[in-house]
């Protein structure tokens, strides 16, 4: 009779691949042939794969419903509900590194396959994949004096992460006691800054540099929008924008971030010494799998010290298709036919990190053609493209905005792109060169479309400029999409729907979505953003109702009656189509007006 059949016997030791698939089948999750077939072929099998991981490559969906892929995850969480013990999911931006790795060696954990995840005062908890193996549980208890809880974790996670813990904990206790010396220097601009392959460097400064280099590429694995170095009284923390949101990661002890802080500064051309002003810097690095990616350094004094934020661009920020930004097929055919224009302005409004610069440079990079000269003059310079001629605004040298149009319009430019229009001297050179021909994009802080034109006319533009040049004002807003892997649908409360739509009375959608949060997407229901849009085509009568004391009011609503969708519309539609939520909407876009 094979051992699959075979009747349970209570288990001890290490997991084989023929306890794990007896208790499958006896689960009636896999077919007794199949466990019996995979039993077969890997009898003699002697990688040492964990069993969990040896199932998890065939594939296979669980026969009970809701049948589920049986993922090496998903085997992990059957296991742990099998055997009476806690689930853990290892996340490595909530281990506090230096507490984990004094409850035993590395060469203990990794004979045995454990890995502590949390410390506290009288108990620590061990994660395992091997929930039979416990002889050595009594022991441990015995000389820590602690109580030992043991969850039951992902092999593959503890593989992966056990080494990794154990190095950067004997970076950050190398770092605390060693004083961080001067760093070899980077001297180009576009210099490639390589993880993990920094030579010249004594043993104290190594253990600052694997430290920054797990910075990054954990930043990079979470998909982290920015990176946040925050100097506190006695600590510094470290905290991830992902998806719009701020998450706290890690806290270290004040002497390492600032360490991290001068390593990140020279890696940024930046002056290390000087901590009493802000400065600007850039790195280009790469990921793990050997991608491009910018990141742009912004240093801050606080009164506990120098704060870092570090913004993270990818290549894949810049599309090709703005369908993937968010747009609309309309609002897509509507962007292209402003942008084909040959002269004249276009204007893209909202706050800060509501994905404007995203639009321009995704539009810039389809306008670029050979045939074209494309000019930018920005502060700071967000993303190096080569197929852009780029200029910084330098104010300690008196190169402004207005003045970067200026040279612009001495460079035989096609397309300019200003990074912002904030007063009227630029206001009039961006205006100036729309007229001369040119087709200009730039930026406002409004809250919508139609309040573009009054900022104009308060910044001292004359209205009739605005009529001749303004070819069509886009605001935008980012919502946080549902996770696709999570998300289940949900009624929606039609009074409710109406009265959030109101007037424009759109249809209550026979269900939307709504969070549940798994591992995708960090537990939080959502994974990635989508632009909103809300696009005003300067029509021959709204250019009647641009005068010097014109009505927002009435612009907004000859706007609205020539088609123009609000944000919050534009956005019910997304929650129509089960890509975010109503709260989540409710956030970002401003109210029907």
């Known amino acids: 009779m094979s051992k699959v059949a075979a009747t349970a016997k209570p288990l001890q030791g290490r997991l084989t691949i023929g306890d794990v698939l007896r208790m499958l089948v006896n689960d009636g999750m896999v077919e007794k042939k199949d466990a019996e077939q995979l039993y077969k072929d890997r009898k003699l099998d002697k990688s040492n794969l964990h069993p969990l991981v040896v199932i998890g490559e065939q594939k296979w969906k669980s026969l009970l419903s809701p049948h589920k892929p049986l993922s090496v995850e998903n ?59 416990t002889d050595w549980i009594p022991d441990l208890e015995r000389i820590m004096n602690l109580k030992i809880r043991l969850v039951i974790a992902n092999p593959l996670e503890i593989n992966r992460y056990l080494p990794e813990v154990y190095n950067l904990a004997n970076s950050i206790n190398l770092a ?3 004083k961080a010396g001067q760093i070899i220097g980077v001297q180009n601009f576009e210099q490639l800054v390589e993880l993990g392959k920094n030579k010249n460097l004594d043993a104290n400064e190594q253990h600052i540099v694997n430290i920054v280099d797990w910075l990054f590429k954990y930043a990079f694995e979470q998909r ?58 850039r790195i280009k690095t790469l990921t793990t799998e050997g991608n491009e990616v910018e990141l742009r350094l912004s240093t801050m004094p606080t009164a506990f010290g120098e ?10 920020v810049i599309v090709k298709d703005f369908i993937e930004l968010g747009f609309s097929p309309a609002q897509d055919a509507q962007w292209r036919a402003w942008t084909r224009q040959p002269n004249g302005i276009i204007l893209v409004t909202g706050p800060t990190g509501s994905g404007k610069t ?36 330098q104010q300690n040298i008196d190169l402004s905005f207005a003045d970067g149009i200026r040279t612009l319009l001495r460079q035989d430019p096609d397309i300019i792109m200003v990074g912002e229009i904030r007063d009227v001297e630029t ?44 070819l069509g004002i886009m605001a935008q807003r980012l919502v946080r999409t549902l996770c696709p892997a999570c998300k289940q649908p949900i009624n929606i409360d039609s009074v409710q729907w109406h009265q959030y739509t109101a007037p424009w009375k759109l249809p209550a959608p026979a269900h939307a979505h709504g969070i549940t949060g798994c591992l995708e997407c960090r537990m939080t229901g959502y994974r990635g953003r989508s632009g909103i849009y809300e696009m005003l085509t300067i029509t021959p009568e709204i250019k009647k109702l ?40 409710s956030k970002v876009a401003p109210p029907l007006e």
Request: some cysteine; charged content about 20%.
């Open 427 to 470: 206001a009039e050179m961006a205006i100036q060169a729309a007229l001369t021909g040119h087709l200009v994009l730039s930026t406002l802080h409004t809250n919508d479309a139609p309040s573009a034109i009054t900022r104009l006319l308060d910044l001292g533009v004359p209205s009739y400029l605005i009529q001749s040049t303004v």
């Open 75 to 133: 085997l992990t969480e059957w296991l742990a509900k099998r055997v009476g013990l806690d689930y853990f999911h290892i996340d490595p931006l909530n281990l506090d590194f230096g507490s984990v790795a004094q409850v035993v060696s590395k060469a203990y954990a990794e004979r045995l396959k454990i890995m502590p995840v949390k410390v506290g005062a009288n108990e620590a908890t061990i994660a395992t994949a091997e929930p039979f193996l």
């Open 224 to 281: 982290a929008s920015d990176i946040h170095l925050e100097p506190r009284r006695n600590i510094g923390i470290m905290r991830f924008r992902i998806d719009g949101v701020l998450h706290q990661v890690y806290q270290l002890p004040s002497t390492i971030m600032n360490a991290i802080t001068s390593r990140i500064k020279l890696l940024g051309r930046m002056d290390m010494v000087e901590k009493r002003r802000p400065q600007d810097g």
């Open 176 to 178: 605390n006691t060693a």
């Open 307 to 316: 704060k870092l934020v570090m913004r993270v661009f990818t290549p894949d």
């Open 546 to 585: 641009i005068t010097p004391d014109a009505d927002l009011a009435k612009i907004r609503a000859m706007a609205y009656k020539q088609g123009m969708q609000p944000l919050l519309i534009n956005g019910a539609e997304k929650i129509a189509a089960g890509l975010t939520t109503m709260e989540e909407l």
């Open 358 to 393: 995203t639009t321009l440079y995704s539009t810039l990079k389809q306008l670029a053609t050979p045939e074209v000269n494309v000019c930018t003059v920005e502060e700071p310079i967000e993303m190096v493209e080569p197929a852009f001629n780029q200029m910084q605004v």
